[in-house]
């Protein structure tokens, strides 16, 4: 059972690549697709929909890339995946109660609709700093 998509696992990955690389300045796609083993036509529609989102910004001419956008501690692993995958819910009752006639009175739904708050409080408690491996002595200034 997969909870968590592709589209999301490679997008955090995609964040997590430019904060450890981050004092280097833009990174290109192709780099982050070799480093981390991800098609570079993938990574391509993901970035468009970060950078949409406010995550990363590119940089053009040589030696351009991407960066992000924001401190990496300033961006929430919750907020990513919302971005990726759009709201979801385990299951369709949890975000539409009136999808089932059986909401009012079913135990079931509030144990889902536990288990969502407790895996959206977690990710939107954790930030692409706590994932990356980020020395931040050498960690570049991010600009909003």
Same mark, same amino acid.
């Given at each position: 059972?997969?909870?968590? !998509?592709? $589209?999301?696992?490679? +997008?955090?990955?995609? =964040?997590?690549?430019?904060? %450890?690389?981050?004092?280097?300045?833009? &990174?290109?796609?192709?780099?982050?697709?070799?480093?981390?083993?991800?098609?570079?036509?993938?990574?391509?529609?993901?970035?468009?929909?970060?950078?949409?989102?406010?995550?990363?910004? !590119?940089? $053009?001419?040589?030696? +351009?890339?991407?960066? =992000?956008?924001?401190?990496? %501690?300033?961006?929430?692993?919750?907020? &990513?995946?919302?971005?990726?995958?759009?709201?979801?819910?385990?299951?369709?009752?949890?975000?539409?109660?009136?999808?089932?006639?059986?909401?009012?009175?079913?135990?079931?739904?509030?144990?889902?609709?536990?288990?969502?708050?407790?895996?959206?409080?977690?990710?939107?408690?954790?930030?692409?700093?706590?994932?990356?491996?980020?020395?931040?002595?050498?960690?570049?200034?991010?600009?909003?």
């Amino acid at each position: 059972m997969a909870i968590i !998509s592709t $589209r999301s696992r490679y +997008g955090l990955r995609l =964040l997590v690549d430019l904060a %450890e690389q981050g004092s280097s300045g833009p &990174v290109d796609l192709h780099s982050i697709a070799e480093r981390q083993g991800i098609p570079e036509k993938y990574l391509a529609k993901l970035v468009m929909t970060l950078r949409a989102a406010g995550f990363v910004r !590119s940089v $053009r001419g040589a030696g +351009g890339g991407y960066i =992000l956008e924001r401190a990496p %501690e300033n961006i929430d692993l919750l907020s &990513v995946v919302e971005v990726l995958e759009g709201q979801s819910s385990l299951l369709e009752c949890t975000a539409k109660p009136e999808a089932c006639p059986r909401s009012a009175n079913c135990g079931s739904r509030d144990l889902w609709a536990g288990l969502e708050k407790a895996i959206a409080d977690y990710l939107g408690s954790r930030s692409i700093a706590s994932v990356a491996r980020v020395d931040s002595s050498t960690a570049p200034e991010y600009y909003i």
